[in-house]
């Protein structure tokens, strides 16, 4: 069963995979086989738009916010409605803790 993002929980990056700025653009690579959820290992690195970027730097900084914390931080930020925010965190999140990407460190 699929584990279900929330607002409340923090989440980091998993130890199974590493990321470097490249160009100006951030990639996502795994460490280890299975990591990324693709079966052929090219397709397993993962690149983020600058929102992505955003949402990614605030976690990897190991500060333990809550993704509600994260939302907060980037609507001041962008200058954006939380809620939109919010879906695209909810969103990114998912996707990559679907891929083992990010893990949950904690919650409530």
Same mark, same amino acid.
């Given at each position: 069963?699929?584990?279900?993002?929330?607002?409340?929980?923090?989440?980091?990056?998993?130890?199974?995979?590493?990321?470097?700025?490249?160009?100006?653009?951030?990639?996502? *690579?795994? /460490? &280890?086989?299975?990591?990324?959820? +693709? @079966?052929? $290992?090219?397709? =397993?690195?993962?690149?983020?738009?600058?929102?992505?970027?955003?949402?990614?730097?605030?976690?990897?900084?190991?500060?333990?916010?809550?993704?509600?914390?994260?939302? *907060?931080? /980037? &609507?001041?930020?962008?200058?954006? +409605? @939380?809620? $939109?925010?919010? =879906?695209?965190?909810?969103?990114?999140?998912?996707?990559?803790?679907?891929?083992?990407?990010?893990?949950?460190?904690?919650?409530?």
């Amino acid at each position: 069963m699929e584990a279900k993002v929330t607002l409340d929980a923090i989440y980091a990056p998993s130890e199974e995979v590493v990321s470097r700025d490249i160009e100006g653009e951030l990639i996502i *690579v795994p /460490l &280890a086989s299975g990591v990324g959820g +693709a @079966e052929d $290992e090219t397709d =397993a690195i993962f690149t983020l738009n600058e929102t992505g970027r955003a949402i990614w730097d605030r976690l990897a900084q190991g500060s333990q916010r809550s993704l509600r914390d994260v939302v *907060v931080e /980037l &609507a001041a930020e962008f200058e954006a +409605a @939380e809620s $939109e925010i919010e =879906a695209d965190v909810l969103g990114l999140v998912g996707e990559l803790v679907k891929r083992n990407m990010l893990v949950e460190v904690s919650g409530v």
